[in-house]
């Protein structure tokens, strides 16, 4: 790595630890964010030439919020004050103090408010996550806007939108209680879920300007597990995210047509993210006090570590649905339960569990594409043809439509061959 | 004599590493094990997991605690290391426990080991 390289990656990872202080002191997004923006460029100028300082985050913090101070003063008095280049001289002396009250627990509650104010609840959720993007992980607007295929003035002001409604709403800034603690951090943890489906439900072409998204996600949810080392639904996301993210080289094909979990050539998932992946959970189950991540990381873990599709242990999976829907009611975890059901006791349960959601997933693209799949199996070719034509109306992407297609092709070619079976009642 | 080498870095620097970047840090890294694993002086090398996916058994506590996360007290130094074959964290850290009934004060730290080699060449 080149010098300036590595400056960018250090300050870069430092970014959230000093952008939460610097919001603690001032209360106020865009004065923090120019804040951090002033002391990045002058460590752009003093660290390569003092080398690096022992901890970038403290050094970041102090000279942001001398400059803002200085700014501020300015302001005031509508005076030039000298430069500051004498206050950063003394800045070791200032740096060990500082490093110790950054390890106090209120610190890491800085890193949560920080991120919890991206997650207003005014705010749409693209402007939640377009926001953390911004302000936590520091990417331009010109990089958030490619991600969400919109333009650069578009995104700009759906950021500056965003940042106003939060300083009308005004930021908390009390020390959280833990149930609000814990409140905040499941809001944070939902936000950084979204953040990482943006990304991981790319569309072919884009796959690569989206991927980023997911990395980013993932830095965020590894931060926050940082903070809270022992919070098994911490934990248990963390993983969920490791095990969907593995798959991301085999999810698409040269083409950038999707690749079903079924057809993906196991040999290109990152077996360092799966293996991390389970040691999170095997850790976050030691607490016994499961939730609905830790599940959805357990039935993710089943799928990563089966050798193939037909190996997979599908009752365990069932299992798992099973307490998933009990923890958290959803008709979409009812119809992936449907899948597993599917493969334990076979296509027609399937279908008897997924009938009674017709009316609440009436609209939904996937469950049109699963009831085609399992009307197929059981030979009910008409009805399944007419399943797959409204996913296709249904889909969001080409690639999801472009997918349904093959299977009415193979439907069709069955037909052709003579396979197709006797017509049932639709 | 035999030295270990401890490799100390930024764990949210590296752990932000892009898989090219990383990919190229580690084939760098494989030309010099390489090397020396020709001139017979090669032993185990590890890459650990971060130390999010630490747990830590303090002896200090009677039974011994177990915390999640990396060792982050100053007042100890390390003093060495072993590297087990296990089924999962519980059995590592019932190992960690008998460690600590046999060499009682300071802690251990139980972290899984994400990258391997038994002091052959890489490959």
Known sequence: MTDLAWLDAAVTGARPQAMAALLRYFRDLDRAEEAFQEASLKALKTWPQNGPPRDPAAWLIMVGRNVALDAIRRERKSEALPEDEAALSDLDDAEGALVDRLDDAHYRDDILRLLFTCCHPDLPSTQQIALALRVVSGLTVAEIAKAFLVSEAAMEQRITRAKRRIAEAGVAFGTPGPVERSERLGTVAAMIYLLFNEGYSASGGEAHVRKPLCEEAIRLARLLLRLFPAEPEILGFTALLLFQHARADARLDADGAIVLLEDQDRALWNRGMISEGEALLDKAMRHRRPGPYQVQAAIAALHSTAGSYADTNWAGIDALYATLEHMQPSPVVTLNRAVAVSKVEGPEAALAMIEPLASKLGGYFHFFGLKGALLAQVGRVDAAREAYDRAIALAHTTQEAAHIRLHLDRLAQDAGQGKRPRRKAP | ?123
């Open chain 2, 1 to 123: 004599m035999k030295y270990a080498i401890l490799c100390y870095h930024a764990e949210n620097v590296v752990c932000a590493w892009s898989k090219e970047h990383d990919d190229e840090v580690m084939a760098k890294l494989s030309v010099v094990l390489e090397r020396r694993a020709k001139a017979g002086q090669l032993g185990p090398v590890a890459r650990l997991m971060p130390t999010t996916a630490a747990t830590t058994v303090r002896k200090d506590n009677e039974p011994a605690l177990v915390l999640d996360g990396p060792f982050a007290e100053t007042k100890e130094q390390l003093l060495g290391f072993y590297v087990f074959d296990c089924a999962n964290l519980e059995e590592a850290l019932d190992i960690a426990r008998e460690l600590s009934e046999a060499n009682p004060g300071g802690a251990h730290e139980v972290r899984p080991v994400g990258y391997f080699l038994d002091g052959s060449a890489p490959t």
